[in-house]
């Protein structure tokens, strides 16, 4: 394989705090080995998910869940990889609000890494990346769903998804390009399998022009389909992301894809890495059997519904009830060391009209709007 003639992106990137003098020093063999170095030094242009923010700031963004940052002064060991750019459409990209958005990106503009999928404003969102390998013009083109990571007319987010609007970007980008590279921000966090929504976003992103599309954002290797000649990785899993201490073998691996542009095709080859401690290296092992063996089931709706309710009930059932109940006395205690009778209680909380108004507003957009506009209201008044 002749070097210099294939895009290289990996999953989701973020620097530990225990290694900082690695990260400081930009010593990048130590932080990913020797054999991952040499596959972003060979690549005609390398791309990166960057998980997080490079700031100092110490101002809180709104929003619920983790809030993720390092110093700017990691960025040797990002730079010294050989990145060319980071798609920064996720959901941490605002996790430290606007000065943290700005901090990040002026982070890797000084060192002369290109960014995309996000913006000061919403209008200046939507900007692409177009490069040429071996007489190809390739674009990259990076989307979000939506979390706490939202633009407005004057303050930064992430590009987020949106049927018509994305589809209308990827097939005017289409127009221009011989290849579509979509870096997506989405599906379910440690679930192995797509949704049957996240397939229909992807199917309609390659109905649209996209000829590759990979899903970063739910921390594991998940599976593959083939689909009118396009491919699509729903779910890459993590590249180096050691902040994550569960110890669940999936969130500790992930797939560096190399897209390789040949005289007469297009070849993707997917490489296996592993996160060992807070560094990571290229797995001795590169038996994708699972991987394989997983993606015979995307094309079974019925499965993939069954899966990812059996994965949603077992994990996060007592979470999403308790988003609509209030307050509820000893919560925390019952959920921690109760959590089976917690759960009882819980939906027998709740009577079947109820259940059914709670679910027609997952369901329809006319109640989702109805919804949207309630807690909208309660969220100005409670500040």
């Known amino acids: 394989m002749e070097p210099h003639n294939y895009v290289l992106i990996a999953g989701d990137l973020f620097p530990s705090g225990d290694v900082r003098e690695l990260f400081e020093k930009g010593d990048v063999s130590s932080i990913y080995g020797e054999r991952i170095c040499s596959l972003f030094r060979n690549s005609a242009y390398s791309v990166a998910n960057f998980e997080g923010t490079l700031t100092d700031c110490n101002v809180k963004g709104e929003k619920v869940g983790a809030r993720i940052k390092a110093s700017p002064s990691f960025m040797p060991g990002i730079k010294n990889l050989g990145l ?12 430290f609000g606007p000065q943290g958005y700005s901090d990040t990106v002026k982070s890797f503009e000084s060192a002369g890494i290109q960014h995309f999928g996000t913006g000061p404003s919403e209008s200046e969102i939507r900007k692409s990346l177009t490069v040429n390998i071996e007489g190809h013009r390739v674009s990259f083109y990076n989307v979000s769903e939506c979390f706490f990571n939202v633009p407005s007319a004057k303050s930064p987010g992430a590009n987020i998804y949106e049927d018509y609007t994305v589809c209308r970007d990827i097939a005017e980008l289409k127009k221009c390009s011989d290849y579509v590279i979509v870096i997506y921000h989405g599906g379910s966090e440690f679930f192995p399998y797509p949704t049957n929504l996240l397939k229909k976003h992807f199917h309609r992103m390659v109905d649209n ?13 998940g599976c593959e389909e083939y689909y009118k000649g396009s491919y699509l990785l729903y779910g890459q899993g993590n590249f180096l992301f050691s902040r994550q201490r569960v110890e669940n073998p999936m969130l500790k691996e992930g797939l560096l894809v190399q897209i390789v542009f040949g005289a007469d095709k297009v070849e993707v080859v997917k ?14 092992d590169q038996s994708l059997d699972s991987f394989y063996e997983r993606s015979k089931k995307v094309t079974d709706s019925q499965f993939l519904d069954s899966e990812y309710e059996k994965m949603k009930v077992r994990d996060f059932l007592p979470g999403v009830i308790l988003q609509h109940k209030g307050f509820l006395p000893f919560s925390k205690f019952l959920r921690k060391f109760m959590p089976g009778f917690f759960r009882k209680i819980l939906m027998k909380s709740y009577s079947k009209e109820q259940i059914l108004r709670n679910y027609k507003a997952a369901e329809s957009e006319y109640y989702q709007q109805e919804r949207k506009a309630i807690w909208g209201y309660m969220l100005k008044k409670i500040k």
């Open 271 to 284: 490489h296996r890495t592993v996160i060992d401690g807070d560094i990571v290296r290229y797995a001795e």
């Open 209 to 221: 022009g996209a000829d590759f599309i990979t899903a970063q954002h739910t921390h594991c290797i």
């Open 84 to 95: 060319n750019a980071v798609a920064l459409a996720n959901n941490h990209i605002l996790d």
